[in-house]
Structures are given as C-alpha cells and as structure tokens.
C-alpha cells in the first residue's frame, strides 16, 4: 500500500484545520465555521446545512421520511428533494449529531 496519498491527505486536512478552523477551536459546538465576526449564523447560507443534518438525524431515530417536513411551511410542509439538503452526510454524522450537535456536525464536515 502507498502511503503518499495517505500522508497527503494528513498534510491537507492539518493545513484546512489551522487556516480555517481557528475560528471554531474555542467554542466547537457553538460557532459555524464561515461565519465570519459573529457566531450567529441565521441568515446564511450555513443555517440550512446544519438544520439540514439535524433533520436528517431526527428522520433516521423517529423513522420519518428524510426528504418530506412538516417543520418548513407548517402545515402542508415541504419536499426537501427541491431544497439544497444534505440527507447523505446527515446518515454519514448521525452519531456525531445525535451526541454533539448539528453545529460540531456542520463544522466537522466543513473542515
């Protein structure tokens, strides 16, 4: 086995980690990474990502179809197969969110 792109893959992930993520280190569960100044990350595009892998670990437990909500446009709701979603990395950090959150989730992923 060779471990050049192994050992690439390291050396990127460790230089994403210390151009990008100093931001987050201090409150990982807390601050969206590429939020800029403030922490709060309403009204950007981050916010429906992290809601989006929220959703997808509350589908996966409760057993709900991941891709219909009764959460956006209550009561008739909304096909998430229209909406920029992220079911797929939601059932690969289900765990990750169910223990630490949607935020550290988001912020894992994005880095």
Known sequence: ???GPL???LAYSCISLAVFGRDVFGDLRHVVEGSGQSPA???RDQSIFVWSLAHGA???THLHDPFLT???FAP???NLAWATSLFGPALLVAPATLLLGAIT???LLAL
Do not use: C, N, P, Q
Request: no cysteine; charged share 25%; hydrophobic share 35%.
């Open 70 to 72: 009764g959460d956006v």
């Open 76 to 78: 008739s709701g909304y």
């Open 105 to 107: 989730s988001y912020d």
């Open 41 to 43: 990350y309403y009204g």
């Open 58 to 60: 509350r589908a996966l």
């Open 1 to 3: 086995m060779r471990r």
């Open 7 to 9: 050992l690439a893959l």
